[in-house]
């Protein structure tokens, strides 16, 4: 009965290993595939374009955040002095939220591709997430990390959510696919009885 138990315990241990090569590989070819957006086709034209200016734009606006808060901070210390400090926090971090929602929108309407603005928003949010796991897991102490979670909620994820909903907003209620019109034959014309 001993041997039929380790036969099934090798069995079983070798299946989990090839589930586990097997999920490895997926995840390789996953991120191969992700990276190949970003390289240019012969023509010298970027496969992904969205991918690209979203990613460049996405920059753009950590600067616009930045210098929001700036001159938000600076502008409002004194006024908000008065209000419990959650308050005032709160509302600098609103207030940062729509300069950056409005500098979206302005861009919105500017750009001639509707996606721009919220795939900007998408690559914050995903940097708010990956800093905040990462600074997470080197902080290690509870209290730290409740620490960094709290200045990260007023100076990260409440302008960024904000920018994100108003652009995602934006964006179906203006965004229509690029309708591609195929050109039939000269003989398939006149033998559609539509």
Request: glycine share 6%; with cysteine.
């Amino acid at each position: 009965m001993d041997k039929q138990d380790d036969f099934y315990r090798q069995v079983d241990r070798a299946e989990r290993e090839r589930r586990k090569q097997e999920r490895k590989e997926k995840w390789k070819k996953r991120e191969r595939n992700f990276w190949k957006a970003f390289l240019f086709t012969e023509d010298g034209k970027p496969k992904s374009g969205l991918l690209i200016y979203t990613f460049c734009l996405s920059f753009v606006f950590l600067g616009v955040y930045i210098g929001a808060f700036y001159f938000i901070i600076e502008a409002l210390t004194v006024p908000l002095a008065d209000l419990p400090p959650t308050l005032g926090n709160l509302i600098q971090s609103l207030l940062v939220g729509a300069v950056g929602a409005a500098v979206s929108a302005l861009l919105h309407v500017l750009l001639s591709d509707k996606r721009l603005a919220f795939g900007t928003h998408l690559w914050l949010a995903l940097y708010t997430v990956a800093a905040g796991i990462t600074l997470c897991l080197m902080l290690q102490e509870w209290e730290a990390i409740w620490s960094m979670l709290i200045f990260a909620l007023w100076f990260a994820v409440i302008p960024v959510a904000f920018g994100t909903l108003v652009t995602f907003l934006l964006y179906r209620r203006d965004y229509k696919p690029v309708q591609t019109v195929e050109e039939k034959p000269e003989w398939k014309k006149y033998t559609d009885r539509r």
